[in-house]
């Protein structure tokens, strides 16, 4: 009876079928965007991804170590708060790089990255912003207060042509 529910392709555990159908759904979708961002209304031939992928991470704790290890393997994003503060965390240090300096302009965008929107967004949550983020962004010469900036920046050059000039009077 067994070998004749098998040949039909009978499901003897419908948990971890549908696992592997959202797993397989998964698969499809990074193949084709190259990453485990899912979107939380995506769909793929019907299958409810989003959902899918928002019912993994909100059961991570409880999950089987073997569909942990694949989703990990695959790259998957367990958390999309902490993923996405990391990638405007590393596009501000590209800039850094490439410009050596963190004054970054509202509008900037860096490689499609609103760079000059996160930055707006750290300065927004500054105090409620846990400690360790603080300290990353210091560490990098973040600009918290951008008027105070400018204003540190020009009275050094003003410092400068007193230096050579002995006076203040700019014209």
């Not at 204003?151 to 014209?171: I, Y």
């Given at each position: 009876r067994k070998k004749r529910l098998d040949d039909l392709g009978f499901i003897w555990d419908v948990a971890a079928d549908a696992w592997e159908e959202g797993f397989s759904a998964l698969l499809q979708f990074k193949e084709l965007k190259r990453h485990c961002r899912v979107p939380t209304q995506y769909k793929i031939d019907g299958y409810n991804l989003g959902e899918w992928v928002s019912s993994q991470r909100k059961a991570k704790d409880k999950m089987p170590t073997d569909q942990k290890k694949k989703l990990n393997d695959l790259g998957f994003i367990w958390n999309m708060k902490v993923f996405a503060w990391e990638e405007g965390f590393s596009a501000l240090l590209q800039f850094k790089e490439l410009k050596g300096h963190c004054r970054v302009l509202t509008s900037l965008k860096i490689n499609g990255y609103s760079l000059g929107r996160w930055v707006v967004g750290q300065r927004k949550v500054k105090d409620t912003m846990p400690e360790s983020r603080k300290k990353r962004?210091?560490?990098?010469?973040?600009?918290?207060?951008?008027?105070?900036?400018?204003?540190?920046?020009?009275?050094?050059?003003?410092?400068?042509?007193?230096?050579?000039?002995?006076?203040?009077?700019?014209?």
């Open positions: 962004l210091d560490d990098l010469g973040f600009i918290w207060d951008v008027a105070a900036d400018a204003w540190e920046k020009g009275f050094s050059a003003l410092l400068q042509f007193k230096e050579l000039n002995c006076h203040c009077r700019v014209v």
